[in-house]
């Protein structure tokens, strides 16, 4: 499965938002997603994110990194560019059972 997803948003008087997602899937076993947020008035890439999954017969595994870049604020102080890495694993042999918190 291969696709791509391209959002718009846009709030009067506040912003206008691009989103896009690229998934790109060479076998039944392996997924590469990117994904990545734009903010349009302000010129500027808020986020952008990478994962690696691989699917198993019962569950999923996925490792991800997180990159948010800095910027000048209105004000001229300088935000730090932010990363992250992340991992996720769930089940998949169960689809309709499900837990939830409230």
């Not at 790109?24 to 990478?50: C, F, H, N």
């Not at 935000?79 to 059972?97: C, G, H, N, R």
């Amino acid at each position: 499965v291969n696709a791509a997803d391209v959002e718009f948003r846009h709030r009067a008087d506040e912003s206008s938002m691009l989103k896009g997602k690229f998934t790109y899937s060479p076998s039944a076993k392996w997924t590469g997603i990117y994904s990545a947020r734009y903010e349009l008035e302000e010129s500027r890439l808020q986020e952008q994110v990478v994962w690696i999954r691989r699917n198993y017969d019962c569950m999923r595994v996925a490792l991800g990194f997180s990159d948010i870049p800095g910027f000048t604020r209105d004000d001229g102080s300088e935000k730090e560019s932010e990363y992250q890495v992340m991992f996720k694993i769930w089940l998949t042999a169960f689809p309709d059972v499900g837990i939830a918190l409230e």
